[in-house]
């Protein structure tokens, strides 16, 4: 049957309407808080995760710094998602960040697709919302890393939330593989999002079936990856 699905997001930022644009409608700026590393070039929108290169979504209002639409081009299928921002400035220099995802996700088992794009959605635009708040203009460095397959979920997410103290937003935690301390600024049933001094680090519920590290470093040129894999080897393997 399919299902035909529209997920809100908004907030009020300290950062300027310029800054907020600078964020959603350029490569650096979306790398600094999507996932992967990307690019807006020729119309287009496009992303690169874990090896993988995703379809390309197409730009139909680019009005800065005001508003910023993109979606994926319909499949045979009906499948597509896109992605509506809309950006107004507030007094002393606080700007409205309201992003609505829309779209069709076909198939009679799309309620599983659906959380996973609704809680990881959650994650993003919050990540969005730190990052404008702690880090705006600042350039990132994209750290994903993927760990052993997971069979049970429930228990996976008991391991990792064990390992960082059983945290809850607000609380403060240490990230061995980072070598320090930060508070969590987001969790949900299928993320969790930690805030330090350079970075924002976060756990995702990968649908391939493995815990994904998929951070946004804003710090040194040092390569974290291999310690973030032998992290996730340690807590899944």
């Known amino acids: 049957m399919g299902h035909e699905f529209e997920i809100p997001q908004e907030a009020l930022v300290e950062a300027t309407p310029e800054q907020v644009w600078e964020a959603i409608a350029t490569g650096p700026g979306i790398d600094a808080w999507f996932m992967g590393r990307n690019e807006v070039d020729g119309g287009v929108v496009r ?38 921002f809309l950006i107004e400035g507030r007094d002393r220099g606080s700007t409205s ?26 994650l993003f635009f919050a990540t969005l919302v730190e990052y404008l708040g702690h880090f705006a203009g600042r350039a990132a460095t994209p750290v994903t890393e993927f760990g052993p397959p997971v069979t049970d979920w429930p228990r996976a997410w008991r391991t990792l939330y064990e390992e960082l103290g059983d945290p809850r937003p607000g609380d403060k935690i240490f990230l061995e593989p980072a070598g320090q301390t930060g508070v969590v600024y987001f969790a949900n049933a299928q993320t969790l999002g930690v805030r330090t001094g350079d970075g924002l680090y976060r756990f995702i519920q990968g649908r391939g079936g493995s815990m994904v590290a998929s951070h946004h470093l804003f710090g040194g040129p040092a390569d974290p990856g291999p310690a973030w894999r032998t992290w996730l080897e340690r807590l899944y393997g």
């Open 97 to 122: 960040v309201r992003l609505v995802a829309s779209g069709f996700l076909p198939g009679d088992d799309w309620e599983g697709e659906y959380e996973a794009m609704s809680t990881g959605l959650a």
């Open 47 to 84: 992303t690169a995760f874990g090896g993988a290169a995703l379809p390309g979504s197409v730009v139909t209002t680019a009005d800065p710094p005001h508003r910023f639409t993109h979606g994926s081009e319909p499949a045979p299928d009906g499948r597509f998602v896109a992605y509506d």
